[in-house]
Structure formats: C-alpha cells, structure tokens
Nanobody
Framework: QVQLADSGGGLVQAGGSLRLYCVASGRTITIYSTAWLRQSPGKEREFVAAISRRGDTTNYAGSVEGRLTISRDNAKNTLYLQMNSLKPEDTAVYSC???????????????????WGQGTQVTVSS
C-alpha cells in the first residue's frame, strides 16, 4: 500500500550536483530498509545505495561511493540521494525502493525490494 514519489533529477554538467527526493505515502517508512537503484538504456537495473531502517548504516556501490550520499528522514517519510561530482556514466533513471520485512541495508538485488518509485531521469553531460 506504500506509494513512492521520486523527483529531483535533471540535466547537469560533469562535476555538478543534484539532490534526489523520494516521498512515501500510505505507510511510514520507519520499518523499511530503503535504497536507490538506477537503470541506463540497454543495461540491467543497478544497485546504487541503501540505508538501514534507523538511518545509521549505509551501503554503496563501488562506482558511487564517496560521491553519492543516501540519507533518510523518517519524520518526513522521505528518502534522499545527494549526488556530487557527477560523471557522464551516472546518467540513468534513478528509482527509490522500499524493502520487505526481510530486507536489510546490505541487500542489493532488485527482488529484495517490494515498492518502487516511478523513476527520475538524471543526465550528466560531458
């Protein structure tokens, strides 16, 4: 019954920054591990980052670690992805996702997540 609305994507030059947002409705996100995944044309959906239910533990794909930061505000029912030092290879549709009761921050597969946002386009030009 959870609905996710992700936003914040856009067109940015290499080296620039964006901040993605994911607002949940219908249920609180407190009980869910949450994540960001992305997909480029012709490629499989790729794990980007995850954060634990309490927001005290994170997990990042090696390609984004040090540049992207995932965070959450349970009081606002919102998940964030701060994107800095963006590269052209970061170009993709980014989607937020919530897991099931079994999902933890270290889960990185698509099938680990039950609820998805519609996706927001991030385009990084060179």
């Amino acid at each position: 019954q959870v609905q996710l609305a992700d936003s914040g994507g856009g067109l940015v030059q290499a080296g620039g920054s964006l901040r993605l947002y994911c607002v949940a409705s219908g249920r609180t996100i407190t009980i869910y591990s949450t994540a960001w995944l992305r997909q480029s044309p012709g490629k499989e959906r790729e794990f980007v980052a995850a954060i634990s239910r309490r927001g005290d533990t994170t997990n990042y794909a090696g390609s984004v670690e040090g540049r992207l930061t995932i965070s959450r505000d349970n009081a606002k029912n919102t998940l964030y992805l701060q994107m800095n030092s963006l590269k052209p290879e970061d170009t993709a549709v980014y989607s937020c996702a919530l897991g099931s009761y079994r999902t933890r921050y270290y889960n990185t597969a698509v099938w680990d997540y039950d609820y998805w946002g519609q996706g927001t386009q991030v385009t990084v030009s060179s």
